[in-house]
């Protein structure tokens, strides 16, 4: 509990049983003698203003640490980005060279070659045989079962495999 928090609740207490006391004698109805009271009798005004201002140091606190976390993502998604360029100038090397893998000081490289993917290029050309059925909303394409056929050589109408990609892989001594 802040020193805040706690005058407030200090003064609160106070005030409510001078509050009490002032029900209890018949003068509670007056409700500028109650404020009043209240004013010159507890230190609730001044609890309430300190209140305030740590509000006001908090929100301030609350819009930098938004303003770094917005500059953080920034920078971050720039690193990100920065990764991807290297790996990707790292992958060109090395099949420019014809290289599958470089030991290093660092670490190992290598360059893999990843399976063909499925390409749809139109489900209303594929056979049923790929499709199946469920109660809701509608028939659902059995990817796997369509990677097979076309892996066996296959020839499906509305699908074929792309020519595969090359992932980059990096283990850290």
Not at 53 to 60: L, S
Not at 162 to 172: A, T
Request: hydrophobic share 45%; with cysteine.
């Amino acid at each position: 509990m802040s020193n805040a928090e706690h005058s407030i609740a200090r003064n609160t207490e106070y005030a409510k049983r001078l509050l009490a006391d002032l029900r209890a004698s018949g003068d509670a109805e007056d409700a500028e003698l109650v404020a009043d009271t209240i004013e010159g009798e507890t230190g609730l005004h001044e609890a309430i203003e300190a209140a305030l201002a740590e509000i006001d140091e908090c929100d301030v606190i609350v819009a930098g640490l938004k303003a770094k976390e917005a500059e953080f993502a920034s920078r971050r998604a720039a690193a990100e980005k920065r990764i991807e360029r290297i790996r990707a100038m790292i992958e060109q090397a090395m099949l420019a060279t014809e290289q599958t893998s470089f030991r290093l000081t660092t670490g190992t490289v290598t360059l893999t070659k990843r399976a063909a993917g499925l390409i749809i290029i139109n489900e209303a050309d594929i056979p049923g045989e790929f499709w199946v059925e469920q109660e809701r909303p509608a028939p659902k394409l059995d990817k796997k079962a369509l990677l097979r056929a076309l892996n066996e050589k296959r020839a499906v109408p509305g699908a074929g495999l792309d020519n595969g990609s090359f992932s980059l892989s990096v283990r850290r001594k």
